[in-house]
């Protein structure tokens, strides 16, 4: 029985690898912007589709990674981040591979879903909600928050099941900002549940081989500077 190689990690940060062999590279992508409007109910907020410019930014994506050989593309079962990746694998002859667990965590999970965040908070308390998640940069500090640990978990289950059947491959995981950011701390160790602000449709790329994780780039957003040029801060 031959002994499968074990990939050298100097060979899993190799940008200029020529084969995938023993590894996987994983393009971890946000979705579009989401479609809001102020003091939308939690619960529409929580699955809300893409917005006109979130579409454009997924057809930007998919244009972008049109040459890159996927062997696959995953997704979470929301509509934002299924919306995209239907527009990175129409370029591929495929449909994307869905996971419910690379879904984004539920910040406001316990509160009331058919209420706004205004018709909870004052815009004072409200200010000071996020400022206390600002200096923390920890999701606990969300009054109604999904249980982290939970949340940690499932994603890490996603991710192992993505790099378990995908070893060879290229391959694009297009899920949330939330999720992107527990990858990125579990990978640096970091204490941390956010890490960066993770701009929609931006590709990080992550190497994969048993238990070793690198992180190659993170956050590149070059393919939706011709066709936006500021932000909203209500779909960040």
């Given at each position: 029985?031959?002994?499968?190689?074990?990939?050298?990690?100097?060979?899993?940060e190799n940008?200029?690898?020529?084969?995938?062999?023993?590894?996987?590279?994983?393009?971890?992508?946000?979705?579009?912007?989401?479609?809001?409007?102020?003091?939308?109910?939690?619960?529409?907020?929580?699955?809300?589709?893409l917005?006109?410019?979130?579409?454009?930014?997924?057809?930007?994506?998919?244009?972008?990674?049109?040459?890159?050989r996927?062997?696959r593309?995953?997704?979470?079962?929301?509509?934002?981040?299924y919306?995209?990746?239907?527009?990175?694998a129409?370029?591929?002859?495929?449909?994307?591979?869905?996971?419910?667990?690379?879904?984004?965590i539920?910040?406001?999970?316990?509160?009331?879903?058919?209420?706004?965040?205004?018709?909870?908070?004052?815009?004072?308390q409200?200010?000071?909600?996020?400022?206390?998640v600002?200096?923390?940069?920890?999701?606990?500090?969300?009054?109604?928050?999904?249980?982290?640990?939970?949340?940690r978990?499932?994603?890490?289950r996603?991710?192992?099941?993505?790099?378990?059947?995908?070893?060879?491959?290229?391959?694009?995981?297009?899920?949330?900002?939330?999720?992107?950011?527990?990858?990125?701390?579990?990978?640096?160790?970091?204490?941390?549940?956010?890490?960066?602000?993770?701009?929609?449709?931006?590709?990080?790329?992550?190497?994969?081989?048993?238990?070793?994780?690198?992180?190659?780039?993170?956050?590149?957003?070059?393919?939706?500077?011709?066709?936006?040029?500021s932000?909203?801060?209500?779909?960040?």
């Amino acid at each position: 029985m031959t002994a499968v190689r074990r990939v050298r990690t100097i060979d899993l940060e190799n940008p200029f690898v020529d084969s995938f062999e023993g590894m996987v590279e994983i393009l971890l992508i946000r979705h579009g912007e989401q479609k809001f409007f102020e003091n939308i109910p939690l619960g529409q907020a929580y699955d809300a589709p893409l917005s006109e410019l979130g579409q454009k930014q997924a057809e930007a994506v998919g244009r972008r990674l049109a040459p890159a050989r996927l062997g696959r593309v995953y997704s979470s079962d929301m509509r934002r981040a299924y919306d995209t990746a239907k527009a990175i694998a129409v370029h591929h002859g495929m449909e994307p591979v869905v996971i419910p667990d690379l879904r984004e965590i539920d910040l406001w999970q316990r509160a009331p879903q058919d209420k706004g965040l205004l018709d909870i908070y004052t815009r004072e308390q409200l200010v000071e909600v996020y400022r206390e998640v600002t200096r923390t940069r920890k999701h606990s500090a969300y009054p109604f928050c999904e249980d982290v640990d939970a949340f940690r978990q499932r994603v890490f289950r996603a991710m192992d099941r993505i790099i378990e059947e995908s070893i060879g491959m290229r391959v694009a995981v297009v899920c949330h900002g939330g999720v992107i950011n527990a990858i990125l701390s579990d990978v640096f160790g970091s204490p941390f549940d956010h890490l960066v602000p993770v701009h929609h449709t931006s590709i990080s790329v992550m190497r994969a081989a048993d238990t070793r994780r690198v992180i190659l780039t993170i956050n590149d957003y070059s393919h939706v500077m011709p066709i936006q040029s500021s932000r909203s801060d209500l779909n960040a």
